[in-house]
DNA sequence: TCCATATTGTAGTGCTCACTACAGATGTAG
DNA sequence: CTACATCTGTAGTGAGCACTACAATATGGA
């Protein structure tokens, strides 16, 4: 039997181009003709290769984290607590004024709220960026064993503080903010941590 | 002359229907049907009173920003640039997670991208959340006058912190997080304007 | 009372959306 | 070369969208 007529698109580069259309307009407001002519592709072959709409999110969602996993990975091997708050933070305000990319985090301006026909959206695109959440609590955790944190740190509240540091970080990129203006937050934001480690002097 | 038919609903109760769906839904992902449901009146009369989806929305933001004045000008009110943000974190936590409205802030849920059709909607909501931050850039200058803070403080960046991680909370509100959770992230958060005040010890 | 003016409810308008039927094209297997 | 399986491009599909035409209705002023 014959195995069909191959594909004559390069699925990843398809993907990059629909993660940037995403990452712009957000899941609602990309539309199937703005993703297949960003895609270079008709939208039979879309549906044929992702399924829906939603599919093709989820694959450009797969891609972004899988991207990004080297460089989490980077940041969480930084030596001390404080020092992953600072790589992470400020590799963020580097990352989301990216001329490259557009503004902001593709986790954040895929979409906050949907409408009806989209609730699962927001939901997706939360547990995504708990994914980084937990890396981030269970490289404190370890912190405080090593005694780098404090004893009365709380490993889980400080990962949710650099995630939602992150998150408004991310917000502001795409509504303007330059990096020099990322990068003072993050430095702003990174004291809390240092204010929780033991090595500082009077504690 | 006769003064025409007049009016048979509350504008402003309309209104704070309206709010609520552009809270849950977002701009684009709300519709007129589902507006005027909650609304309780008929397209026609929607557009007669705000012209369009969009004026809609921005009476609704009016409506928002209007009802949180007071709550900011006791967050503005307080003695130190420490508690300034203390009670604007600590308060975000707790509104973002008031049962009574929809989770999250509407400045962040009501769209931070939209479609080409509707590109001007997350500007809107931008400047609205910088009005905000400049209360807190003034307040902070003032403080930084008073040597309230540091010599080395800078209230912009501060008061861009401060705003960053209460759009962070907004987000993570929205997501599940409850009062708890947000209340941790203040308490972290707080730490870094501490760090920057000159009534620390040892400094 | 009768006109002018404004709102209301019904019932659409044209448009765009995500998605797909279909036929032609292009490959593999025998 | 033939049969078959899959992809590709064209051209739509019904559904839902923001928005509105229209006639009925309700007020104030002459």
Redesign the pocket.
């Given at each position: 039997?014959?195995?069909?007529?191959?594909?004559?698109?390069d699925c990843d580069a398809a993907l990059d181009q629909a993660m940037e259309v995403f990452w712009r307009h957000g899941y609602e407001g990309?539309?199937?003709?703005q993703l297949t002519e960003a895609m270079g592709?008709?939208?039979?072959?879309l549906?044929?290769?992702f399924g829906?709409?939603?599919g093709l999110l989820k694959a450009a969602l797969d891609r972004y984290t899988e991207r990004r996993a080297a460089w989490m990975e980077e940041v969480l091997s930084a030596p001390t607590a404080r020092d992953v708050a600072e790589r992470m933070l400020m590799g963020v305000a580097e990352k989301q004024t990216d001329p490259a990319n557009p503004p902001g985090c593709l986790l954040v301006q895929g979409g906050i709220a949907c409408?009806t026909g989209s609730a699962s959206v927001p939901f997706e695109l939360a547990a995504r960026r708990a994914q980084t959440e937990e890396q981030l609590r269970d490289r404190f955790a370890r912190a405080k064993d090593e005694g780098d944190l404090k004893l009365s740190a709380d490993p889980a509240a400080l990962a949710r503080y650099v995630s939602a540091v992150s998150v408004g970080m991310g917000v502001m990129a795409s509504s303007g903010a330059d990096r020099d203006a990322l990068a003072q937050v993050a430095a702003v934001a990174v004291k809390a941590v240092e204010e929780q480690s033991s090595g500082r002097p009077e504690t």
């Open positions: 039997m014959g195995m069909g007529r191959p594909r004559t698109f990309a539309t199937i003709a592709i008709n939208p039979p072959s549906y044929a290769a829906s709409k939603e409408g």
